[in-house]
């Protein structure tokens, strides 16, 4: 997913279009994308990054050594305030996976500041993030027991009018969202399906259940559906959805 969680934090951060000497929080910052974005387009006076992960926050402090950027071990319920608040808190491809997105949301509004922008950023899991719609409706056709791990269905909060009534309850305001694509491209059918047999994430997990009969299945039923160019290239594309708001 590190391939693809790069170009679109950089889009994302674009889009929000902070004014330059903002001071940033980034709320699951994993490896850290999210910042080295703002210290490329966003001149910031400072920017944080927060994960409950050490292994993360490790990861994200090599990524980004720019001194502008620091890093602390904190998660949702615990994150760090600021003085005067932050002029831009926000989330990328994490607000799906906090087991509370209303009170996370809630929480991240108190601490941005007045006039001061939230925002958060996720994947079309049932739309156009191509790459794992057409691998799910594949595993659901080769084994049923796919669609209870489905991100579409898992997470139905991913969609414009979800993310944007998120917000509004919440108390943000101005709030809009927009559509980002990225392109997916793999040189081949194996450069696809390769990624699948980690058993790291929900996927490779879903795969590692299966028997050898059913992951050739699965195999043969994705390369009949995938739209491969003449020289055995795939090109898709994976759409995330991005809100933002502002605090009163």
Known sequence: MGRWSRPLAREFVGWLEVPVSANWLDVGTGTGVVPEAV???????????????????????????????????????DLPRRER?????????????FPHPDAAVEEQLEL???GGVIAACVWDYSGEM??????????????????????????PLCTPDGLEKLFEEAGARSVRSAGIEVPTS???????????????????????????????????DLRESLPEGEDGSIALVA?????????A
Do not use: I
């Not at 759409?239 to 605090?247: E, L, P």
């Open 39 to 77: 210290c490329d387009l966003s001149d910031p006076a400072s920017v944080l990054g927060c994960d409950p992960s050490e292994a993360f926050v490790a990861a994200a402090r090599e990524r980004v050594p720019d001194p502008r950027f620091e890093v602390a071990v904190a998660g949702v319920g």
């Open 85 to 97: 608040g932050y002029d831009a808190v926000v989330s990328c491809l994490a607000l799906n996976f």
């Open 112 to 114: 941005t500041k007045p």
């Open 130 to 155: 191509q790459f794992l719609r057409y691998f799910w409706d594949a595993a659901t056709r080769v084994d049923p027991r796919a669609a209870e791990l489905d991100e579409g269905q898992r997470f």
């Open 186 to 220: 793999f040189s081949d059918f194996d450069d696809y399906w390769r990624p699948f047999l980690g058993g790291t994430g929900p996927a490779p997990s879903f795969v590692a259940t299966l028997s050898e009969q059913q992951r050739d299945a699965l195999s043969a």
């Open 239 to 247: 759409r995330a959805w991005a809100v933002a708001g502002r605090r």
